[in-house]
């Protein structure tokens, strides 16, 4: 089972953050390379619904977003370079996270 590793914010904070170019510049990057793309933005993530997940989703505003990823360097660097957010990890799929970039957010 992958190890998930993320970097939570409010969805608002997320978006107004430069992170729309870090992303570009990622993904432009793991195309040169043929690399599988391993990042996603989630907004409103729905693994903070899992039980375990309670007090992490307690200290977050609402609406959240997260950088999720399966590679813990990606998230430390995002770490260093932003402020008021909130890391950490979980595993899935699993019974109470069947789907790590899942989101429940609505269209429109």
Partial sequence: MPTYHYVLASKDFVIEEPIEEVLKERRRNYQ????EIDFWLVIEPGFL????????????PKPAAALVSTNPQFITWLKLRLEHVIT???????ATIPDAIASLATAG
Avoid at 88 to 94: L, N, T
């Fill in 32 to 35: 040169e390379q043929e690399k």
């Fill in 88 to 94: 950490g990890q979980f595993e899935a799929p699993s």
């Fill in 49 to 60: 619904e899992a039980p375990e997940m309670a007090e992490v989703k307690a200290k977050c």
